[in-house]
């Protein structure tokens, strides 16, 4: 019998494993893919190492900063800000037509580009901002407002709202064409306010440390173990099937499947917990290139941009869209000496998943090609060509997507209906990660801490 059973290993929930072992709790992670990380993972292809979803980690306040959720993640695992060698972005912008305002790590940054690009504003920019600064990462009854709504009531000047739509819903959105004032809260805080970083190996280094930590406190992790099914007998999971036809049990059961996929896991088939998936997948574009991007006049970390006035977020009609996306380069963090032995240039547009989803092996290697060929056309409008220095080239889709992190049609933020407590219909299962509500690495760290605390170490 474990105390607790931890159903996903990606960040939420290696960190939640993390948390619970150092009280002694006997835990096991089953993971039914062959790695670990989720969508925030990677993999080596043609001799070249990839990161899966991260662009850059949020919430990068200086180093000694005692609040804000990076430091409460660093304190709560133990771990060591300098093990993640967590390099500050060189500065990043969102561009629209005639309009282009620059952000780093630096609030006052942002705050002189309003200043110039819209001097009418300023006075609601901070408007806006003191809300931000009240707002509580866990008080509900935000999921109820609009953050066009709030918005419009601030500022009004339609154009740098939908600026500041584009980056926060890019990063952080399961509704379409709005968000809620929390979330909208949470990711303008973690993206402007505390800023962006990357360790120099990217990804992989996390999840080592991750990974590590755990096990070295005794925590089992199951790799190519999936989760068939949750017997669930008087409103209690009473055991956990293996896909293999094992079953174990768990005082507690924590799963980052996804609110839709964990339920119907459930064998009880109770039909009050259902929700609608989400509707928002992307489709990657990653070019390796035999110069550094800074050497073809490229220094921003991450283009957010937009070919019109207005930003349309919603499932495209259209295979991919190619009217706004974002443009990462890894190699235009602030490495000090050190450089990234190739140039790399990562460009993110939203994807119909029914679309990919519904061609066979060869079409689906075609359209790869085609969409590729679209995607860049569309990116190299707001950064340097460098399509003449392009090395070797990847891209994924949302069926990729699918099979990294389960979720039904691709979902990168999962359902729009959030559980900010993680409590299901169940006494003993709960939900952290994505579904929970808080997005990206940082927050999924967040989250599993949090869902840990709050429901496996009370009693």
């Known amino acids: 019998m474990y105390d607790t059973i931890i159903i996903g290993a990606g960040m939420s929930g290696l960190a939640a494993g993390i948390r619970l072992a150092y009280y002694d709790q006997r835990v096991c992670i ?38 804000g959720p990076l430091a409460r993640l660093l304190k709560q695992l133990r771990i060591s ?14 561009v629209f037509p005639g309009v282009r305002l620059r952000f780093n790590n630096d609030f006052e940054l942002l705050r002189s580009e309003i200043a110039r690009e819209f001097p009418g504003q300023i006075d609601n920019f901070e408007r806006v901002v003191s809300e931000i600064v009240e707002y509580d990462d866990l008080d509900d009854t935000h999921q109820a407002i609009s953050a066009r709504d709030k918005l419009n ?19 952080g959105s399961a509704r379409e064409h709005d968000m809620d004032w929390g979330q909208f809260s949470i990711m303008f805080r973690s993206i402007f306010m505390e800023g962006l970083g990357r360790p120099y190996a990217g990804v992989r280094l996390i999840l080592k440390h991750l990974v590590r930590k755990f096990r070295g406190l005794g925590g089992e992790l199951k790799l190519r173990t999936g989760v068939e099914r949750l017997a669930v007998d008087n409103g209690h999971v009473c055991g956990v099937v293996l896909e293999n036809g094992e079953e174990i ?26 929700r609608s998936p989400g509707r928002l997948s992307f489709c990657e574009t990653i070019a390796t290139l035999d110069v550094q991007p800074q050497e073809l006049g490229h220094r921003s970390t991450i283009t957010f941009f937009n070919d019109s006035e207005e930003f349309h977020w919603t499932k495209p009609d259209e295979p991919v869209d190619v ?50 060929d679209r995607i860049t056309d569309s990116a190299v409008r707001f950064v340097p060509d460098y399509r003449h220095h392009v090395l070797d080239t990847d891209m994924f ?37 994505t579904d929970q509500g808080f997005v990206g690495i940082v927050g999924s760290i967040v989250s599993g801490i949090s869902m840990a605390n709050m429901h496996c170490l009370r009693d």
């Open 30 to 67: 089953l993971e039914k893919h062959t790695t670990i990380g989720g969508l925030n993972s990677f993999y080596r292809m043609r001799g070249r190492d990839y990161d899966v979803g991260l662009h850059a980690l949020t919430n990068i306040t200086p180093k000694g900063t005692k609040r």
């Open 81 to 94: 800000r300098d093990d993640l060698q967590i390099s500050p972005q060189l500065g990043s912008d969102i």
């Open 153 to 171: 009531q601030l500022i009004s000047e339609p154009l740098l709202i939908e600026m500041f739509f584009c980056p926060l819903m890019f990063y």
């Open 249 to 274: 049990q768990g005082r507690r059961i924590l799963s980052s499947a996804g609110w839709p996929e964990t339920m119907r896991m459930c064998d009880d088939g109770d039909p009050v917990t259902s």
């Open 323 to 372: 009217r706004s996306g974002v443009i990462c380069s890894p190699n235009n963090f602030d490495y000090g000496e050190s450089l990234l032995d190739e140039g790399t240039m990562r460009i993110t547009a939203l994807a119909n998943f029914d679309y990919w989803n519904a061609l066979d092996e060869h079409e689906y290697n075609m359209e790869k090609l085609r969409w590729y």
């Open 397 to 433: 889709t949302p069926t990729t997507v699918v099979r990294f992190t389960g979720h039904d049609g691709g979902a990168i933020y999962g359902t729009p209906d959030k559980q900010i407590d993680g409590r299901t219909h169940l006494d003993n299962l709960f939900v952290c990660g």
